[in-house]
């Protein structure tokens, strides 16, 4: 009975707290930087535009985006737009916007991004806005490199003479740690490419135990081993937990830092006067392959919701070529918007070392493998990230040989493959 | 006209029986005393009384009104608990008017209560103070007084001195006996110990093992009890016993376990020739004379002064004490015989434990 | 200095008289009552508290007396159980009852009625191994790699925590000045949420953290805890002791606190020594308090999830992976979410538990009825 | 260890401290900086600046870099202290470092740019609190609204399981009933599933209620705990019977005796549990995170993760949250604390 009363006396306390709008829209958004202020920010142009409706930008822990969402959609009680970057993986829920928007006008402007959201079914829907593109490349502290007099090595490297360098910088300035990739299965999926993986072949299927994987695998679990990799960021984690080095890199305890574009505006705004650094994109392998991993993040509607031609009026909203150059200046992001790439983007108060940055990995774009494109687009790669991660650390710390971890990486995607079904 | 009233009354926990079907009528302002050892069923008695305990057979009436089915608050009792059961977080007139709130009292009417018992028991300069900053006897004030101040048909007292010293215990019978004179109530009350049930009962009920071995009057019980174990149990000394046999010729001869020989009177027993017997005499009717029919072996002398025991043995171990006015000459380690008047023997049948009376 | 509130010597007993025990109390003896002493809410607090929730508590009085009526006294128990029942039934049987259900079902689907029915295939793929001891020969290497740490943690965790509890609560039972302050000390990480618990803590002992700087002042230099397999376990560990000892040293203090003293003093008066005081007195009358300790501890030990998982991320390797880990990853966390094992090896874990608090009252069964 | 067993005895009336005193106290003064040091490092740490953090060794207290403002300079200068070389003893500020030579000026002589080697120069410090940790938190969302959605939610998630938990508490410690030990097995037996097991079927359970994206769904699961109703038993138990009986006889309903007999003094038991159940509440994260995704019905735990990105963490900010989240529970702790010890009771043999 108290339970009632209760239920009844606070029933009326939380009753402001949501007025009954004609239509709302909920906005599932997460933030590395300052993306969610932004979009707040120019929906209220939306909103000002179109009366009645409110768009309410929810900004949450990216872990609910990752582990909570699928399972709301699942139940039905998902949000109605939200950015997401398991792209493929929750197709199933999107709803399309092909009714709704131009479609010609996106696929001119969205082009081969707009295949990483149909997932496994494939088909010509429009599913999402790809509002964030990001490529991996290496952070190089050229002080560093320029205290231990050691060439930079040029732009055609590979991955043996980076690690050479880096090494030989790191032991002339007493650097502790000469190089780090972040702790995921996207970034070491970069160079594995380049090492001759093939990771998702061109039919479509994916394979973690080839050749050249395997001779990543055994190379990474070597210099983790012999010191040129800092073992910090893999070992110092367990199951897929994700894991940067940017901390080191800022402090100047790191020569060389694999990670990608998102960190231009972090260390831009911390590594100040500390150190020069600069951006040389994805050293090559042995192969002759130079391929970082695209990514990025992208904005979704859900069939569930009630207003889906508000929803995609909204997304379109964001796709316009005006606003999508806008926020992505002002978040420091590449574009993925081929107009807006072709364009130019005047990045909003970037130093010259940001905006080089971020030129250059623009310019790396180009030699992003196929096959890169095809494992971002894959619907199953969340899964083949976390057993890369997963498995390659339990060989860097000896749990595993490094044949052991290939097997077992096979084994467990045929697993994955076989529950996703 | 409060008078209470037990049927046959039964309880039983699963299968084990603790009250054997016990018949008791106590009258209207009656002081009634259930005694007994422990495990004898009086404290699970009285709850059964006050309802707090439920009746398996039989059935209570109070005040003409068969009870049984009628929750303890609602049958007008009072208890007053062995351990006090104040309430620990209220003060004492917290205490006191927590039963008056409970069946809506007006707020002036419970001030003027509360403040009449505390006159009545002393406790004024205590109201309010809480049960841990009183001594043993002002929170057996207070437990009393919050039996009082409901002005109920009856009051319980499980126990209620045991927890006090033995001064207090003397002191607060007095007020109990005084209480009861002055409320005119019908009172039950439950003790262990038979001096506090012959100090302070009209009608004394002895329990044993679940059953009533007797029910009457203090000096009834004490003069006539029904039985051995009635007899052992009041009176303090305990009465002495000796077993024997009747002589299979001569009804009025007994033989004595110890060999000795023993005449019986030749009214008022039942015993018939041959029966095994036991013979009972208070210590303070046995008196040490050299042509007494029992040799006992003195074991210990205690000399209070004014008055003497003497313990001892029979040849066959059984154990005697013998009370006697003023100082004793009788010394540790003598051979003495004992003898008493016929008029002061009691005699049992040593099967049933019932006393030999004739009819 | 003494702390407001209790007394160092005060002892929260009320005199215990159970049924069957009070009549045998001192046949005509006279046993002084020991003081009915409690620490209730007192003067303003306990009025005000009452004032505050008494107008409810007579709203729900009504109904409630008229309930005693229809059903009496015994049997409204079950009324004031029902609140507590409907809640457990919906949030924790209801669960366990659908985890049964997912546990025989296959595929990443959430919807039970999505999910094609497997039987007992999940089960068979967990305890599917060439031989158990070696994870490395498991088709689930990752549950029972899972297996053994837990294995590992829970001995060391479990004989750790209840050992420094035990000398934690016999220290503070002795003649303490300042006993409220220390006691509340020992507590204190006890409040703290297991996220932030491994925060300090990381924090603590990172590369660059405090006590690395303390040990390269003392000149023992550094160390890079956290990558090292051995020391990580070490320290999850010794983090979890330190976060959850508080607990149970209240536990097993206000066990000592019962035993009365003069047992001690007749101990003394018998020219026992300390040591065996202690294992003749103090350990067989703890002994049930102990049998609570030692369940709750090993039940909580075997469910460590959150402190270690944000304190190494269950890492290196899998080195501080726990059951529960492993439990949330593959059904939560990773992908594809595996609810079905995952269920399934929640079941495993659930049933050894029970086992194991079986065994537990099984074994103690005699120091108890002792 | 032996010192420890002397205390068994405890007769020693001596006002001299014996040996076994000093251990003991050792011990606890030990046990008092173990339990605290780690708080305080934070507490102190959250009011260090992203590169105080970074210090090694670290400090003590929060230090901040001195600055100097100067003509021609936008930005205020870092001031550093000249160890050696040619201008040693002078305090210079720093224009640019680049590699191991730093650009600096003198104040005095703001023309003059001079060359220093970073060996020969320690900045120039003073004690600062970084508030700006706390502040930019508090200017990056709706604090008062996250603190009352937290609030409510302890508040009330507290009081339901302080009356659900004690009235069942109550029941199974002072009514004999036909299967009580089932119940009471029952309530043990929920101890064996913890929620993290069972978040999938608990949310869609929550779900179907209705109560998804209500505070409501974090409130009513989390009200039933065995831990609180096994609490609250054993310390009933050792409320003595015949007190029920003085009340029964006194006329008191069933329901009386519970909130004005058995609640009062079960009190101190009762502030242990709603320290426990405010401390689950308020840290609680995984559950609101599943349950709460519109931002009005945010925890405060919610709101100082959400901007926990993919891909970046700060210390300062984690720290100064984390601390901020610390502090509502030690106030409570400070004010119930006295209850801890008396609250539990000894669970011997009953």
Known sequence: MTHLKLLGTTALALGLAAPAMAQEIRFMCYSDGNECEVYDDVLTRFEAANPGVDVIVDVVPYQAILENLPIQLAAGSGPDIAKVTDLGGLSQYYLDLAPYIDRAYWEASFGDTLGWYRGAAGGDAINGMHSQLTITGAFVNATLFEQAGVEMPGADATWDDWAEAARSVAAATETPFPMAIDRTGHRFAGPAISYGAAIVAEDGTPTLSDEGFAAFTAQFVEWNNDGTMARDVWAGQGGATYQDAAQEFINGELVFYYSGSWQVGRMDSTVGDLFDWQVVGSPCGPAGVCSGMPGGAGIVGFSATQHPEVVAAVIDFLAQEDIYAEVTARTRNLPAHLGVAQAGVEFEGASPAAAAALSAFAADLADVAPSAFRYQGYANNRAMFGITAERVSQAIVGELSVEDAVARMAADLEAALADAQ | MVAIELRDVRKAYGQAEVIKGIDLSIAHGEFCVFVGPSGCGKSTLLRMISGLEDISGGEIAIGGEVVNRIPAADRGLAMVFQSYALYPHMTVRQNLSFGLENINTPKPEIARKVDEVARMLQIEQLLDRRPKDLSGGQRQRVAIGRAVVREPRVFLFDEPLSNLDAELRVDMRGEIAALHRRLENTMIYVTHDQVEAMTMADKIAVLRLGKLEQFGRPLDLYNTPANLFVAGFIGSPKMNFIAGQVDTNDRTLMRLDTGETLRLPVTGFAQRAGEKVTLGIRPNHLCASDDGPVTVHVRSVEQLGGESYVYGQTATGSAITVHSPGQTRIGLGDTIRVGAPEEEIHLFDSDTGLTLREA | ?370 | MGRTWEFLTATRGGARLHWTDWASYGYLFLGVFLMFFPVVWLVLSSFKTEADLQRYPPTFLPYQQQTITLDGHADPLPLFRITGGEHEGMILAQLRRVGLQAQMIDPANPEERLQVSIRDYERLERFSLATENYSDLFGRFNFLLYFWNSTFITVMATLIMLLTNSMAAFALSKYRFRGRTVVLLLVIGTLMIPQTVVLVPLFLIVSELGMFNSLWGVIIPGAATPTGVFLLRQYMLTIPDEILDAARMDKASEWKIYWRIILPLSAPAIAVLAILAIMWRWNDFLWPLIVLTQSENFTLQLALNSFQGELQTQWSSLLAMTVLTLLPIAMVFMFLQKYIATGIASTGGK
């Open chain 3, 1 to 370: 200095m003494r702390w407001p509130g209790w007394p160092p010597t005060s002892r929260r007993r009320w005199p215990t008289r159970s049924k069957g025990v009070a009549e045998t109390k001192g046949q005509g003896a006279t046993a002084p009552a020991p003081p009915p002493e409690m620490t209730a809410l007192r003067g303003a607090g306990d009025g005000f508290a009452l004032r505050l929730i008494s107008p409810v508590m007579r709203l729900v009085e009504i109904p409630m007396i008229a309930l005693q009526r229809l059903l009496g006294i015994n049997r409204l128990a079950w009324v004031f159980l029902a609140p507590n029942l409907l809640l457990f039934g919906l949030f924790a049987f209801l669960p366990v009852i659908l985890n049964v259900a997912y546990a025989t079902t296959g595929g990443a689907n959430v919807m039970l009625a999505d999910r094609p029915q497997i039987g007992m295939g999940n089960f068979e793929r967990l305890l599917d191994c060439a031989n158990h001891l070696d994870p490395n020969t498991c088709r689930e290497d990752k549950f029972w790699r899972a297996v053994w740490n837990t294995l590992w943690f829970v001995t060391l965790q479990v004989g750790i925590m209840v050992g420094f509890s035990l000398l934690t609560a016999i220290v503070l039972n002795g003649k303490i000045r300042a006993r409220g302050f220390f006691r509340s000390v020992f507590f204190f990480p006890v409040l703290l949420s297991p996220v932030v618990v491994a925060l300090i803590w990381k924090w603590m002992l990172q590369r660059n953290g405090v006590l690395n700087a303390f040990l390269d002042w003392a000149g023992i230099g550094g160390y890079n805890w956290l990558v090292d397999a051995q020391w990580a376990f070490a320290w999850s560990v010794f983090l979890s002791v330190w976060a959850h000892m508080g607990f149970y040293t209240l536990i097993l203090l206000a066990g000592l606190q019962a035993i009365p003293r003069d047992v001690y003093e007749a101990a003394t008066m018998d020219r026992a020594s300390p040591w065996r005081a202690f294992r003749r007195i103090t350990l067989p009358l703890l002994a049930p308090t102990m049998l609570v300790v030692l369940v709750l501890a090993l039940i909580k030990g075997v469910q460590t999830f959150d402190e270690v998982y944000a304190f190494t991320g269950g890492g290196p390797g899998t080195a501080t992976t726990f059951i529960i880990q492993y439990i949330y990853e593959e059904g939560f966390a990773g992908s594809p979410r595996l609810f079905g094992l995952s269920a399934a090896a929640s079941l495993l874990v659930a049933f050894v538990l029970v086992v194991l608090t079986l065994v537990q009252l099984w074994v103690n069964r005699k120091s108890v009825d002792g």
